[in-house]
């Protein structure tokens, strides 16, 4: 019904926003992606929008890219994932990261996400296996090492963050095994 808006951006209340166009004001919900991209209060934006009429009102949501939004249509269709929590997920995890994960199948980012439990989680991981990286444009193409997937995996359990895990992994001989490979991670982030 409503595809897109182009006005004023009068208010900024993460992650709310309210737009003026042609001095009415709508307000608009979007991921915290969108929300760090916006320009400052006062100036012309374009958002593209996703409306929703619900028994208790009637809700707009607003995305800066068309991936994003579809993604956001795409998680709404994933059962037991409302409006809140497809908001989440797109606010804790880029488009190109949620497409990432999905292919890779990495429950450990999905979990990392408030309001995304593990059935939750492991739900994502097999609705949206397959739709995302195609339609978003976004490359996969990255042929995934399971050694080091594991390696990753077990940095993730024992609580380092994605970064940490991330610069480990780098330095980290390409032929490396899982258990050395854990050994080796853990003494290059304990010297950090």
Do not use: C, W
Not at 12 to 41: F, H, R
Not at 59 to 82: D, H, M, N
Not at 118 to 141: D, M, P
Not at 151 to 169: F, H, P, R, V
Request: avoid cysteine; hydrophobic fraction near 40%.
């Amino acid at each position: 019904m409503i595809g897109r808006l182009t006005g004023q951006l009068a208010e900024k209340n993460p992650p709310q926003i309210v737009l003026d166009v042609g001095g009415v004001g709508y307000e608009l919900d979007v991921p915290m992606s969108t929300y760090y991209n916006l320009p400052a209060s006062g100036e012309k934006t374009t958002l593209l929008t996703h409306f929703a009429v619900r028994e208790d009102g009637h809700y707009l949501y607003g995305f800066l890219t068309e991936a994003e939004r579809f993604a956001f249509r795409q998680l709404l269709k994933v059962s037991g994932i409302g409006a809140r929590t497809a908001l989440s997920v797109l606010s804790g995890l880029s488009v190109g990261d949620l497409a990432a994960a999905i292919a890779q199948q990495e429950l450990g980012r999905l979990i990392k996400i408030p309001g995304i439990g593990k059935k939750t989680a492991e739900r994502l991981l097999l609705e949206l296996k397959g739709k995302l990286a195609e339609t978003t444009g976004i490359s996969l193409n990255v042929t995934v090492n399971d050694e080091k997937q594991d390696i990753s995996n077990a940095l993730l359990a024992l609580g380092y963050n994605e970064k940490e895990a991330a610069s480990a992994m780098t330095a980290l001989p390409a032929d490396i095994g899982t258990s050395d490979g854990i050994r080796q991670a853990l003494k290059l982030l304990s010297k950090v």
